[in-house]
């Protein structure tokens, strides 16, 4: 019940606004402006929270016997930067291929074997409106949570465009 509530309020809130394009202008550099200025602040934010916050966290099972730490990982992006960290991290082997994300083959690296669903990828931190499947003419195709905030972001960056 909690799950339809959502979304009808998510709706009301998604069909009520609407901005002109020179708002949706303003609006979409205001909020790139404002991602890029946060994004090593957001990032921190996203992997303490969903990575390290959650035992389930599949990253944690590449990041535990590596003995890679959230403060370990705050000082690289302090010290080196963003793009560093994350070069760092996939050279030590914290990284998913799309095979294993989808869980087509098992992840295996640096001494460790075990195998994951999509849904093991799910940020338990947000909660989707709704979910749908991306088009495939060969597989099942891949699974995506929808939430309103996600549509109305969408709405005023493809305004812009």
């Known amino acids: 019940m909690q799950k339809y509530l959502r979304f009808l309020?998510?709706?009301?809130?998604?069909?009520?606004?609407?901005i002109t394009p020179p708002q949706a202008l303003e609006l979409a550099e205001k909020t790139l402006q404002e991602r890029v200025r946060k994004r090593e602040e957001n990032f921190?934010?996203?992997?303490?929270?969903?990575?390290?916050?959650?035992?389930?966290?599949p990253y944690l099972q590449l990041l535990s016997p590596q003995k890679i730490t959230f403060s370990d990982i705050k000082k690289w992006v302090e010290r080196d930067?963003?793009?560093?960290?994350?070069?760092?991290?996939?050279?030590e082997?914290?990284?998913?291929?799309?095979?294993?994300?989808?869980?087509k083959s098992r992840v295996s690296r640096n001494g460790i074997d075990f195998i994951v669903?999509?849904?093991?990828?799910?940020?338990p931190f947000l909660s989707a409106a709704y979910e749908v499947?991306?088009?495939?003419?060969?597989?099942?195709?891949?699974r995506i949570r929808i939430d309103f905030?996600?549509?109305?972001?969408?709405a005023v960056y493809d305004a812009l465009v």
Do not use: P, V, W
């Open 133 to 142: 499947r991306s088009g495939a003419t060969r597989s099942a195709g891949t």
């Open 117 to 123: 669903k999509e849904r093991d990828f799910d940020n």
């Open 44 to 57: 921190l934010s996203l992997i303490e929270k969903g990575i390290f916050g959650y035992s389930k966290s």
């Open 149 to 154: 905030d996600y549509l109305i972001q969408r």
């Open 9 to 18: 309020f998510g709706l009301k809130k998604f069909l009520g606004g609407r």
């Open 81 to 91: 930067g963003l793009e560093d960290t994350l070069t760092r991290l996939q050279m």
């Open 93 to 103: 082997g914290i990284f998913f291929t799309i095979e294993e994300y989808k869980g």
